[in-house]
Nanobody
Framework: VQLQASGGGLVQNGGSLRLSCAAS????????VAWFRQAPEKEREFVAS????????YYGDYVKGRFTISKDSTKKTVYLQMSSLKPEDTAVYYC?????????????????WGQGTEVTVSS
């Protein structure tokens, strides 16, 4: 499966964006899909994940209540709806996929990555 992330851009403090992670040459039918982000000079950190069925969802503590992950299997796309954005949310956002749900929050456990989409939140 190839992953294509899109939807990033420049938004004001308190604004919203929706990121998309589209699958090509395959589907997400048997995959956990996650979003990570990496700010300059910082480690890549977990944002959210969704199971293959969509029934199990996890969020990083700093995005709970503001971000929502979802999937549309017919469109082979996973979304990350981001609201109440803050300048500290500024980062490159990556989607990633793998077939088992263990260590869903560890970037190193994912073997399939999209190219990243940049999100900038102005203060």
């Amino acid at each position: 499966v190839q992953l294509q992330a899109s939807g990033g851009g420049l938004v004001q403090n308190g604004g919203s964006l929706r990121l998309s992670c589209a699958a090509s040459r395959g589907t997400f039918s048997d995959s956990v899909v996650a979003w990570f982000r990496q700010a300059p000079e910082k480690e890549r950190e977990f944002v959210a994940s969704i199971s293959s069925s969509g029934g199990t969802i996890y969020y990083g503590d700093y995005v709970k209540g503001r971000f929502t992950i979802s999937k549309d299997s017919t469109k082979k796309t996973v979304y990350l709806q981001m609201s109440s954005l803050k300048p500290e949310d500024t980062a490159v956002y990556y989607c990633a996929a793998k077939t088992n749900g263990r260590d869903y929050y560890r970037a190193r456990s994912y073997y399939n990555w999209g190219q990243g989409t940049e999100v900038t939140v102005s203060s």
